[in-house]
C-alpha cells in the first residue's frame, strides 16, 4: 500500500512538472513566433533573473543552514568537554572514596579488634541528555548514548551500596546489632566496594576515550570561530607568563593591606564598644522607674507595682 501511494505521489508530481514545462514552452514559442523580439528578449531576461535569483536564495539558505549546523556541533562538543570533565572529577571523588572505604576496613584492622564506621557517600553523576541534540556524528552519539548509560546505572548502583553499608551503621551505631553481625556485613560491603572500583575505573577509561575524540573532532571549528580565535587571545604569552608573578605579588599586597584595615576597623569598633560599656558601669544608677502593670486580664488594670529599687529617702 506504501508502495502504491508512493508512486501515485511520484505520478502526479511528474504530471504537474510536465504542465507546468508545457505552458512556459507554449509562452516563450508564441513570444518567439511574434514580431517584436525586444519583448522576447525582455520576457528571457526576467525569467533567467528570477530563476538564477530563486536558485541562489535557496542555495545561500541550505549553505547557510549547513553552516548553522556545524556551529550547532561545534557548541555541543565544547559543552561536552566540560560536562566530560566534570563526570571525570566524580568518577575520580568516587574512586578515592572507595579506597579509603577499604584501608579503614582492611582485614588486619577488624581482626585487631577495630570497629570503625565510615561516613563518607559517593557522588552522583549529573547526567545531561541535552548534549546529544545539537551533535551530528552518529558515532559520537552512540558512544555519548552509551557513556551516559553506563553511568546511569553505576550511579544507581553507587547509592545502592551506600543505603547498604549506612542501614547497617545505623544498626551499630544504635546496638540494635552486635559487633560479630557488623563485620560480617562489613566485609560483605567491602567486596562490593571492591567489584564498584573496577566498574570506575573502566568509566574513569571511557571517558578519557571519549574526550580524547571530542579533542580530536573539535579541531575542525567552523570559519568564523576560527576567525574570533585568531583575533582573540586563546593561549596565554609568553609575555603573559613573564608579567603573572608579578601580578600576583600586587594582588596579594592588596588582599594583605585590605586584611589589615579590615582588622584595625574591627578593633576601632570593638574599642568604641568597650568604651561605651566602662561609661555606661561608671554612671550612677537613676531613681527606679514606677509604672502601672497591667495584669494577666485583658484591660484590667493591677494594683501599683514598683519596679527596681526603692526611692531614697
Known amino acids: 500500500m506504501r508502495n502504491i501511494l508512493f508512486v501515485v505521489g511520484i505520478a502526479i508530481v511528474a504530471g504537474i512538472a510536465a504542465a507546468g514545462a508545457t505552458s512556459a514552452s507554449w509562452i516563450f514559442w508564441e513570444v518567439l513566433r511574434g514580431e517584436e523580439r525586444d519583448a522576447f528578449r525582455a520576457v528571457l531576461g526576467a525569467f533567467c533573473g528570477a530563476l538564477f535569483a530563486f536558485i541562489f536564495v535557496r542555495l545561500g539558505e541550505g549553505l547557510k543552514r549547513i553552516y548553522d549546523r556545524k556551529e550547532r556541533n561545534h557548541d555541543a562538543m565544547v559543552r561536552l568537554q566540560h560536562y566530560l570533565n566534570d563526570c571525570l572529577n566524580t568518577t575520580s571523588d568516587n574512586i578515592f572514596i572507595a579506597d579509603t572505604f ?6 588486619q584492622k577488624l581482626e585487631s579488634g577495630q570497629r570503625p564506621i565510615f561516613i563518607n557517600r559517593f557522588h552522583e553523576y549529573t547526567i545531561d541528555r541535552e548534549l546529544i541534540v545539537g ?3 552518529l558515532d559520537l552519539i552512540n558512544e555519548l548514548y552509551s557513556i551516559n548509560t553506563e553511568l546511569r546505572k553505576l550511579s544507581s548502583s553507587l547509592a545502592t551500596i551506600d543505603r547498604a553499608y549506612e542501614q547497617i551503621m545505623e544498626a551499630f551505631v544504635s546496638k540494635k546489632i ?19 572500583r573496577e566498574f570506575l575505573v573502566q568509566t574513569k577509561s571511557d571517558l578519557v576515550r571519549m574526550f580524547a575524540t571530542i579533542n580530536l573532532l573539535a579541531k575542525a571549528p567552523p570559519f568564523l570561530v ?3 580565535r585568531a583575533m582573540t587571545r586563546t593561549r596565554y604569552t609568553k609575555k603573559f607568563k613573564r608579567m603573572l608573578p608579578a601580578e600576583v605579588a600586587r594582588v596579594s599586597q592588596e588582599i594583605e593591606a585590605g586584611a589589615k584595615a579590615s582588622a584595625k576597623r574591627i578593633e576601632e569598633i570593638q574599642d568604641r564598644v568597650a568604651q561605651r560599656i566602662r561609661i555606661d558601669r561608671a554612671k550612677p544608677r537613676s531613681d527606679p522607674f514606677v509604672g502601672r502593670a497591667r495584669s494577666g486580664a485583658l484591660g484590667a488594670p493591677s494594683a501599683n507595682i514598683f519596679f527596681g529599687f526603692a526611692p531614697k529617702a
Open 226 to 228: 576560527r576567525l574570533i
Open 178 to 196: 552486635d559487633p560479630d553481625v557488623y563485620l560480617a556485613n562489613v566485609r560483605h560491603s567491602r567486596a562490593r566496594y571492591v567489584e564498584v
Open 135 to 137: 551533535l551530528s556524528n
Open 102 to 107: 577499604l584501608a579503614v576496613f582492611e582485614e
